[in-house]
């Protein structure tokens, strides 16, 4: 069964930093990948999604995260943060097959605070 | 667009009171998950739906039931609720392996 593993469960950076969130997936062939935003009280929100078109995938908000087969990474990335960037996010994978094959698994979360 | 909505948004239970949190969505989507959310835990997935009329259980199912009667509507029932069931519910649905969209979560306090 395919898992993601989100090393850090909290990151802070500066305002302006480079972000970078880090999972793992875990699953004997390329799965979907995709990374969501949870703020405050509000459901979660898809940022990006790796469907095996493209090694690096541009999300909304300036992030992107690059897929790495070797390093069996989707590392979440963004150049420069901005104070409206504090929020948990997600790491999720699903199965390339159909059915139950294709439920979505998420990992433990990181909370992003960014400072002054 | 609606998109997910998901009804009671807060709901406080004392122990061994049954109810049924509602899930509907407007994009015909085929999959449906229910999940629940607690600190440090991220989303653990109780119970999903690849169609109507059929469920399937997730990580954490015990202590929890769900019907899929039509396509838009998944429920997710507690017979008999427990403290361990104070958390905040996430209905989701998605087309296919697409991206799944989310409904703005139930928040359930057992007493």
């Known amino acids: 069964a395919q898992s993601v593993t989100q090393l850090g469960s909290h990151v802070s950076v500066s305002e302006g930093a480079l972000v970078l969130l880090r999972c793992n997936y875990s699953s004997s062939v390329p799965p979907y990948l995709f990374w969501y935003v949870q703020y405050p009280n509000q459901g979660l929100q898809l940022l990006l999604k790796?469907?095996?078109?493209?090694?690096l995938v541009k999300g909304i908000n300036g992030f992107e995260a690059e897929f790495k087969k070797s390093e069996t990474s989707f590392h979440l990335t963004k150049p420069s943060a901005h104070m409206s960037d504090a929020a948990e996010y997600f790491c999720a994978v699903r199965g390339l097959g159909t059915g139950t094959a294709s439920k979505l698994t998420f990992g433990t979360g990181t909370r992003l605070q960014v400072t002054l | 667009n609606a998109g997910v909505t998901q009804t009671p948004k807060f709901r406080v239970l004392k122990t061994g009171q049954s109810m049924t949190l509602l899930c509907a969505q407007d994009m015909n989507h085929e999959y449906m998950y229910w999940y629940r959310q607690d600190p440090g835990m991220g989303l653990r997935l109780i119970h999903y739906s690849v169609g109507e009329g059929t469920t399937a259980k997730g990580e954490v199912p015990d202590g929890y039931n769900v019907s899929r009667l039509k396509k838009q509507n998944f429920l997710l029932g507690l017979e008999s609720a427990a403290p361990s069931q104070t958390s905040v519910y996430f209905c989701?649905?998605?087309?296919?392996?697409?991206?799944?969209?989310f409904g703005q979560g139930t928040r359930l306090t057992v007493v």
């Open positions: 790796y469907t095996s078109a493209a090694t």
């Open positions: 989701a649905s998605s087309y296919g392996v697409g991206q799944a969209f």
